[in-house]
């Protein structure tokens, strides 16, 4: 054989291969046995398939032969393959079934008790931006969240409650870590805030109950704040506010970033134009510094740094009922410092592992009517999770976390201290099960111990959901949540132990195109509250004796698709609420739990203007009270108290954005209760004096310019 | 006989080296790029794109088939009246796996950008704020990898347009930007031959930009 023959055979035997075509055809079904149209058919490792058609049908040629793979892929599918042998010119396929993924987009999702802000997930109920833009809550993070379902708004206080339950009930975490004095020191009746700045926070996780066995140590919510992963560009903020301003410079390149913020504040020159109701002798002023660092890793993970270091005071004189002359001179300077570290990873495997460090310090010295008074809070925790996805039906989260908690008050004059020094031990997990895309499980198990109170206690908690319709779906929640006393009390008496409360939520949402509905009813029991004689500056025979409980009804409605450029939401909350605690000696609806909750948050904008216009009107029926010149306890009740703000935020340049806003518009009077003098006058009436808002109204302006090579960039996240 | 053998197997590997590399891959994919000037329905873009997504899977090292199926579900999205948000998710899985195969791409850059402006149109109040700069700054990062593409300076030049009408500046810069893509296009198709398959879309944009111009 000369060599052309050989190059002819060669050629001849190829030609013959690639003609020899087989014909393929077959069906796709969905796990219901319906056609599924689109999926993708192909011969592994060829150009050769095809498309199935409207009736899940798909026909097509191929030129490979002898053993080989069918692959069918479609998104969101379970990818399927199937061994099959070409040797024939036509060859039927049997009818293969895909089986759907459950995905978090496509799957329900519990929200019994859970309010989610968040730019990436579904079922949200605000975005990250709405906590800074809404009227009102004047950029803090807890002021937003009051205009939610489940919440009540105590004016004397500022911090967060939930349903019936008192400002401790709420747990504050930052990226899962908690968070020690998470609002700024006040004294009574001078309502705080919350310290951190919501600009650093990508997402917020707003529990109002039956939440997840990651969280503990909180008998009402869980409030989990989540920060920025990565800033994309070098820039400075620059903010020029009638109460201060604050510079802060961001450097960022593709792997890691880094801030730093300064800002100061002082009241003084705003408190001299306008008139202020309380009797301050130094107005609050503060300032803070604050670095958050991010570092990607090579591997996949991702580390985080976020320290915050800050310091501020106040003096004031409290009139005192029944007296004359100023009354009570205060006189208080907080030191604050927060740092954290954590870093994160996942796997291909299905792990992703979490963990974490924090450390909250805060000094308050305080002068109240001339007794010195130190007090030191050092909480430290550690945590480490991880989480196994199983399949896309069951995925398992098991955690253990440490806490060292130090905390001290310290007489000054009399050289008086007392302290104590706690050890705690958490282990927790928690699994998630799919039925179908329409159903999930969730069961967990969370199990603590106290070396100061020398307890241990497992709390299980389960939820589950169910879609009932395209857009609804319920949900229900139930579980077992403990707390320890706060320090106040632990440190007169370590042995007192937890406090217990159980939930149970059922909540029905619906969300399509921009409208969420929410309608939510709980029971809430508690146990073991601590109750105490005397009063709370000076509490004596602590013990675990009280009990009460909370029920109601929430509902909320959020639409940003009716009218043009506006975007409002509606939260009504009724409260039952009744408790035997602190110093109580009945069963009574507390002080910090009105029974009927309204808020109306607009916002509109107006592209002619380049402005967004704001409101917030906030309504409750009044705070109970006890009239020592009546009988019983609580047994009187403030007028209602109901707020409306306004805020106009005007962007003349992409740049720059000038702020105003005005709460309380009308200068309504607001008043919280009533203070009552301890023994009664010479015509024997207890006299009293209202606890009222530090001034009728209060106005902001603010300027808020970026500098950055990117002209597009602003700040309107520092609102 | 050896003579016969070497030329035998070197006819061999030659015909293997011809089959599996670019003829084939090619014309697997001038087959789909024809297929996509046509599509008129969703089903059709369905079709094309699992058409892109075999050769994908064939030819694993090859970024431009998922190219072409993130193109053609991020334009599915802008077209016909499905699941938008859910199109352009399944957009950036794909972008993602090609930029897994040829990281620091200036066409996938300026898709990924591209994606997120069909993100952003679908919720502007809600996901402008942190998602407009991504996507700036992926069109800026994609003019930094390769100045020649027209693709990321027009893509640009649509988002300085859309920020100039909103504060009621000027259009220079945008303008500017759609004129100087439009040159880039020119060059570009002076490139063009019959086995170019990379990507040459966008010029239509280029001109809607500049006919807002005079």
Not at chain 1, 126 to 136: E, F, K, M, Q
Not at chain 1, 168 to 197: C, K, M, Q, W
Not at chain 1, 300 to 319: I, P, S, Y
Not at chain 1, 337 to 342: E, G
Request: proline content about 4%.
């Amino acid at each position: 054989m000369n060599p052309r023959q050989l190059l002819f055979i060669t050629f001849l035997l190829l030609q013959t291969q690639a003609f020899a075509q087989t014909s393929l055809h077959g069906q796709v079904l969905d796990e219901r046995g319906m056609p599924l149209p689109g999926a993708n058919v192909q011969i592994k490792g060829s150009y050769d398939g095809a498309t199935s058609e409207q009736d899940g049908s798909f026909q097509f040629e191929t030129s490979a032969t002898g053993s080989q793979v069918l692959v069918f892929k479609f998104l969101g599918f379970k990818t399927q393959e199937l061994s099959i042998s070409l040797d024939t010119n036509s060859l039927q396929i049997p009818l293969v079934k895909l089986i759907e993924e459950i995905t978090e987009m496509n799957s329900v999702t519990i929200t019994a008790g859970a309010m989610e802000a968040s730019d990436e997930k579904k079922s949200v109920v605000l975005r990250p931006l709405d906590i800074v833009t809404t009227s009102g809550a004047m950029g803090d993070i807890v002021g937003a969240l009051q205009t939610l379902p489940g919440t009540s708004t105590v004016g004397n206080d500022g911090r967060l409650f939930v349903r019936g339950g008192d400002a401790s009930e709420v747990g504050i975490y930052i990226d899962g870590l908690r968070v020690g004095n998470a609002y700024g020191s006040t004294t009574a009746n001078v309502p705080t805030r919350t310290r951190f700045n919501p600009n650093i926070f990508k997402g917020t996780f707003f529990s109002t109950g039956g939440y997840s066995a990651e969280y503990g140590q909180a008998l009402s919510s869980a409030l989990s704040l989540n920060t920025k992963d990565h800033s994309l560009r070098t820039q400075g903020d620059l903010s020029i506010m009638s109460v201060g301003g604050g510079y802060s410079q961001t450097l960022a390149n593709d792997n890691q970033s880094i801030s730093l913020t300064a800002n100061y504040f002082d009241l003084k020159p705003y408190q001299k134009l306008v008139k202020q109701d309380f009797d301050w002798e130094r107005a609050p002023y503060g300032w803070d510094v604050e670095l958050s660092a991010q570092q990607k890793l090579k591997k996949g993970g991702l580390v985080k740094v976020l320290a915050r270091t800050e310091a501020g005071g106040m003096q004031l004189w409290q009139a005192q009922p029944g007296e004359d002359g100023r009354g009570m001179f205060v006189n208080l300077h907080n030191k604050y410092s927060y740092a954290q570290s954590n870093w994160r990873n996942s796997y291909e495997n299905g792990w992703s592992l979490f963990g974490g460090l924090s450390v909250s310090s805060n000094k308050d010295d305080l002068i109240i009517d001339s007794i010195p008074l130190e007090r030191k809070n050092l909480l430290s925790h550690a945590k480490f999770t991880a989480i196994k996805d199983f399949s896309d039906r069951i995925s398992m989260k098991v955690g253990t976390e440490y806490f060292i908690h130090n905390y001290s008050e310290k007489l000054q004059l009399e050289k008086q201290e007392r302290s104590f020094e706690e050890g705690e031990t958490y282990l927790f997990t928690e699994w998630d099960w799919y039925l179908s895309k329409k159903l999930v499980l969730r069961g967990g198990l969370r199990a603590g111990n106290s070396q100061l109170a020398k307890q241990t206690w497992v709390d299980p908690r389960i939820s589950l959901a169910y879609q009932i319709s395209e857009f609804g779906q319920v949900s229900l929640a139930t579980g077992q949540y403990h707390q320890l006393p706060i320090e106040n009390f632990r440190v007169i008496d370590p042995s007192i132990g937890n406090s217990k409360s159980k939930h149970l939520i059922l909540n029905y949402q619906y969300q399509k195109d921009g409208i969420t509905f929410r309608a939510e009813t709980f029971y809430k029991s508690y146990e073991d509250l601590i109750t105490f004689k005397g009063n709370t500056n000076n509490p004596s025979q602590l013990q675990n004796a009280g009990s009460g409980y909370a029920r109601g009804l929430d509902v909320f409605l959020r639409d940003r698709n009716s009218i043009k450029n506006t975007d409002y939401w509606i939260s009504y909350s009724f409260v039952d609420s009744k408790r035997i605690y602190n110093q109580y000696e009945t069963k009574v609806q507390p002080d910090f739990a009105p029974k009927h909750n309204f808020s109306l948050v607009v916002k509109h904008f107006i592209p002619t203007l380049k402005s967004q216009l704001g409101t917030t009107y906030s309504f409750n029926d009044g705070y109970k009270y006890t009239d020592p010149n009546q009988s019983g306890e609580m047994n009187s009740k403030t007028k209602s108290y109901q707020s409306l703000s306004l805020s106009w935020s005007y962007l003349p340049k992409p740049n720059l954005i000038i702020h105003f806003a005005v709460q309380n518009v009308f200068g309504r009077e607001n008043i919280f209760g009533y203070s009552y003098a301890s023994k009664p006058n010479e015509q024997g009436v207890f006299e009293s004096l209202p606890t009222g808002q530090p001034a009728p109204r209060f106005l902001f302006l603010g300027i808020f310019l970026t500098l950055s090579k990117d002209k597009t960039a602003n700040n309107l996240n520092n609102l | 006989m050896k003579k016969y053998i070497l030329t035998l197997a070197l006819s061999l590997v030659w015909i293997a080296f011809a089959q599996a590399s670019d003829p084939a891959f090619i014309a697997a994919m001038q087959k789909q790029l024809d297929a996509k000037k046509t599509i008129a329905t969703y089903e059709q873009s369905q079709t094309v794109t699992n058409g892109f997504l075999r050769i994908a899977d064939a030819s694993e090292t090859e970024w431009l088939p998922y190219y072409y199926a993130a193109l053609l579900k991020t334009e599915a999205a802008f077209r016909f009246e499905i699941d938008k948000d859910k199109s352009l998710d399944e957009a950036l899985e794909l972008v993602k796996k090609a930029d897994k195969i040829a990281p620091g791409n200036s066409e996938i850059t300026a898709l990924n950008g591209y994606i997120l402006m069909g993100k952003i149109s679908l919720d502007p109040a809600g996901r402008g704020q942190t998602m407009s700069p991504q996507a700036m700054q992926l069109f800026g990062k994609a003019i930094d990898l390769d100045r020649e593409n027209p693709r990321a300076v027009t893509l640009m030049s649509q988002m300085e347009l859309g920020m100039a009408q909103f504060f009621g500046t000027g259009p220079e810069k945008a303008c500017g930007m759609a004129r100087m893509s439009l040159e880039l296009y020119t060059k570009e198709e002076a490139k063009i031959t019959d086995e170019y398959i990379l990507p040459t879309w966008g010029k239509t944009v280029a001109e809607q930009v500049t006919a807002k111009c005079d």
